[in-house]
């Protein structure tokens, strides 16, 4: 049976709604049946026209949107939450309350404290709660984690995260882009700027593919663009538990680079690199052999994937596979069914950690780059 989805933002000028339309719809586990997909209600009303609507769900904000799909016999199933960082939690709160499934884009919050207020409602509640960090759905990057936990690798020594960019290298945000605009926002965006919006995606993958847990950091984060109220650029130092050692370099003022997210992981048995502009192949490294570039589809490779190999899959299908799974959640909790203890679907607990390593960056770079305990 078909899902109903809702969505909170993502209207007429929005890019990440879209995207999360695209990979709701792509495996046909959901259908969009109601949102509030702008805080203009005229906006809110075109684009839900623009998208098929019903009149009668389109709503012209998320308080009216939770308490009026709660009460419905056919409410919808879950709600897709896709504003600016700010709204999160907010949004969130309220459909949690209302009884409906939360799937949230990253970061979680622009607070530790409004995180951690999320995380205990949802412990509360019950009620699942699924966070859209994208990376984690790509079938090289399970991979990768497969591989790590079954000691290919050894055990781990480094991991390095690069995730660099180019479209904020000009103040773009000064003419209106509106993608930009709000980013550069701490009024909207929080306290971190690249760290937040980059930077987490490289630390929950530095984590979700180690397995291991930071538990203190150093960074160094610089607004290269003369007058831009956040850091633009990003560069951390990590250490794990156990011993291990991470670097990350995040930058959204790079040239030359549209979306180089780069991962390497070494260990004392051999190492592996992946490329998200490169996304099917994962090269693996034991010591003392040459390195194999292990391809999705191909023989021995643990993946969920779609597409026959040869066929590249990207950043859609990885969005895809994460409502894929949620829509399993979802249904599990419906059915009142214990949950998948196997599931690799990032949760509110990683929003939380995210936020703590975006806060811990931003005081340990306001105290002159020391090191902070996460």
Same mark, same amino acid.
């Given at each position: 049976?078909?899902?109903?989805?809702?969505?909170? /933002?993502?209207?007429?000028?929005?890019?990440? /709604?879209?995207?999360?339309?695209?990979?709701?719809?792509?495996?046909?586990?959901?259908?969009?049946?109601?949102?509030?997909?702008?805080?203009?209600?005229?906006?809110?009303?075109?684009?839900?026209?623009?998208?098929g609507?019903?009149?009668?769900?389109?709503?012209?904000?998320?308080?009216?949107?939770?308490?009026?799909? +709660?009460?419905?016999?056919?409410?919808?199933?879950?709600?897709? $939450?896709?504003?600016?960082?700010? !709204?999160?939690?907010?949004?969130?709160? +309220?459909?949690l309350?209302?009884?409906?499934?939360?799937?949230?884009?990253?970061?979680?919050?622009?607070?530790?404290?409004d995180?951690?207020?999320?995380v205990? !409602?949802?412990?509360?509640?019950?009620?699942?709660? $699924?966070?859209?960090?994208?990376y984690?759905?790509?079938?090289?990057?399970?991979?990768?984690? #497969?591989?790590?936990?079954?000691? *290919?690798? /050894?055990h781990? *020594?480094?991991?390095?995260?690069?995730?660099?960019?180019?479209?904020?290298?000009?103040?773009?945000?000064?003419?209106?882009?509106?993608?930009?605009?709000w *980013?550069?926002?701490?009024?909207?965006?929080?306290?971190? =700027?690249?760290?937040?919006d980059?930077?987490? %995606?490289?630390?929950?993958?530095?984590?979700?593919?180690?397995?291991?847990?930071?538990? #203190?950091?150093?960074?160094?984060? &610089?607004?290269?663009?003369? =007058?831009?109220?956040?850091?633009?650029?990003?560069?951390?130092?990590?250490?794990?538990?156990?011993?291990?050692?991470?670097? $990350?370099?995040?930058?959204?003022? #790079?040239?030359?680079?549209?979306?180089?997210? @780069?991962?390497?992981?070494?260990?004392? #048995?051999?190492?592996?690199?992946?490329?998200?502009?490169?996304?099917?192949?994962?090269?693996?490294?034991?010591?003392?052999?040459? &390195?194999?570039?292990?391809? @999705? =589809?191909?023989? =021995?490779?643990?993946?969920?994937?779609?597409?026959?190999?040869? %066929?590249?899959? /990207?950043?859609?299908? +990885?969005?895809?596979?994460?409502?894929?799974?949620?829509?399993?959640?979802?249904?599990?909790?419906r059915?009142r069914?214990?949950?998948?203890?196997?599931?690799?679907?990032?949760?509110?607990?990683?929003?939380?950690?995210?936020?703590?390593?975006?806060?811990?960056?931003? @005081?340990?770079?306001?105290?002159?780059?020391?090191? $902070?305990n996460?």
């Amino acid at each position: 049976m078909t899902l109903k989805l809702g969505m909170v /933002g993502g209207g007429r000028g929005a890019f990440i /709604g879209g995207v999360h339309r695209i990979a709701a719809r792509l495996d046909g586990h959901w259908e969009l049946v109601a949102g509030a997909f702008s805080s203009d209600p005229k906006r809110a009303a075109t684009s839900a026209a623009e998208l098929g609507i019903a009149a009668e769900r389109s709503y012209g904000s998320f308080v009216e949107m939770a308490k009026a799909e +709660a009460a419905r016999p056919d409410c919808i199933d879950a709600v897709a $939450i896709v504003t600016p960082n700010h !709204l999160h939690v907010p949004v969130a709160t +309220a459909f949690l309350r209302a009884g409906i499934p939360v799937i949230c884009d990253k970061p979680l919050a622009t607070t530790v404290k409004d995180a951690e207020a999320l995380v205990l !409602l949802v412990a509360e509640t019950g009620i699942p709660f $699924i966070l859209t960090q994208t990376y984690t759905g790509y079938p090289m990057v399970r991979e990768a984690r #497969a591989l790590v936990a079954a000691g *290919r690798i /050894g055990h781990v *020594r480094h991991v390095q995260v690069e995730y660099l960019q180019d479209w904020l290298a000009e103040p773009v945000e000064r003419g209106g882009q509106k993608q930009a605009s709000w *980013r550069a926002d701490p009024a909207q965006s929080g306290a971190g =700027g690249c760290i937040a919006d980059i930077g987490t %995606h490289a630390f929950n993958l530095a984590t979700f593919v180690s397995g291991l847990v930071a538990h #203190a950091l150093l960074a160094d984060l &610089t607004a290269f663009v003369p =007058g831009r109220a956040l850091d633009d650029n990003a560069a951390l130092l990590l250490r794990f538990q156990g011993g291990a050692k991470g670097m $990350i370099w995040a930058s959204q003022v #790079a040239p030359g680079t549209k979306n180089g997210l @780069r991962l390497r992981v070494v260990g004392d #048995a051999g190492g592996l690199m992946w490329d998200q502009e490169h996304p099917d192949d994962l090269e693996f490294t034991p010591i003392g052999q040459p &390195t194999q570039t292990l391809r @999705r =589809g191909g023989e =021995g490779v643990v993946t969920a994937s779609r597409l026959p190999a040869g %066929h590249p899959e /990207g950043y859609l299908e +990885a969005f895809a596979t994460l409502y894929t799974e949620a829509a399993g959640m979802v249904r599990r909790f419906r059915e009142r069914a214990k949950p998948d203890q196997a599931t690799m679907l990032p949760t509110v607990t990683d929003g939380l950690a995210g936020m703590r390593f975006i806060s811990a960056g931003v @005081r340990s770079h306001e105290g002159g780059a020391v090191w $902070i305990n996460l």
